[in-house]
């Protein structure tokens, strides 16, 4: 049972054109989301964030959508540039008991940022 | 990567054989993460920690034990390797607070079970 979806394995846009990343997720307790990025023989570096009380939330060229009633999330990064090509895990945070909290990963979506 | 280290970086064993890796952080974070990555499944928590001497398990712990007896380590077994848990090793952590749901992972373990 997969609870946190992202259904586009691969992804290949044009450098300065917009990259749209898409999640969905099943689970109505998840109230926090977030956006890894990950390059080859490296570990996952945190990229941006969203509450489940908010549906956008920017940093510079990265832009978070929330939409609680559709349970699904989107990454927008404009403009892409070639650095950006890497793989993209959407996560999802619930509480699991007392103070814990876990995050649940989707399978990622590899992002090919042609010059 | 946040201050974290993972050792050893890449491994190469025998089915049958005990392994433990390592996961050692400088931050002084509560909350310390073991996940593997696999092709087709993303990254899966294998077990966590929420203090010194507290852990518990992930949805992948068949076959892992884990122990925490100092805040900065966290130590990953397998008790007798399997060339199924072949597979990259990621240590990750977080803190309390505002950023609690917000880990920080360190540069992976890359084990392969022969």
């Known amino acids: 049972d997969q609870q946190v979806k992202q259904n586009s394995p691969s992804l290949s846009v044009q450098e300065g054109r917009i990259s749209i990343l898409n999640c969905d997720y099943t689970?109505?307790?998840?109230?926090?989301f977030l956006w890894y990025k990950k390059y080859p023989a490296e570990g996952p570096t945190f990229l941006i964030s969203?509450?489940?009380?908010?549906d956008k939330n920017e940093d510079g060229r990265f832009t978070v959508f929330l939409n609680k009633s559709a349970k699904h999330l989107s990454l927008h990064i404009v403009p892409s540039q070639p650095g950006d090509s890497a793989v993209y895990f959407c996560?999802?945070?619930?509480?699991?008991?007392?103070?814990?909290?876990?995050?649940?990963f989707g399978k990622g979506t590899l992002l090919t940022v042609n010059p | 990567d946040a201050g974290i280290t993972q050792s050893p970086r890449h491994k190469v064993t025998e089915t049958g054989t005990p392994v433990t890796l390592r996961c050692h952080q400088t931050?002084?974070?509560?909350?310390m993460y073991w996940y593997r990555q696999d092709p087709g499944h993303g990254l899966r928590l294998i077990h966590y920690?929420?203090?010194?001497?507290?852990?518990d398990k992930g949805e992948v712990s068949d076959g892992y034990s884990v122990s925490r007896s100092k805040t900065e380590d966290f130590l990953l077994t397998l008790e007798s390797a399997t060339s199924s848990q072949t597979s990259v090793y990621f240590c990750?952590?977080?803190?309390?607070?505002?950023?609690?749901?917000?880990?920080?992972f360190g540069a992976g373990t890359r084990l392969s079970v022969l």
């Open positions: 920690s929420y203090g010194v001497k507290d852990t």
């Open positions: 996560a999802a945070s619930a509480r699991s008991g007392g103070s814990n909290y876990k995050l649940t």
């Open positions: 931050e002084n974070h509560r909350y």
């Open positions: 689970n109505s307790m998840f109230d926090y």
């Open positions: 969203i509450s489940s009380i908010k």
């Open positions: 990750a952590i977080s803190d309390v607070g505002q950023l609690k749901n917000i880990q920080y």
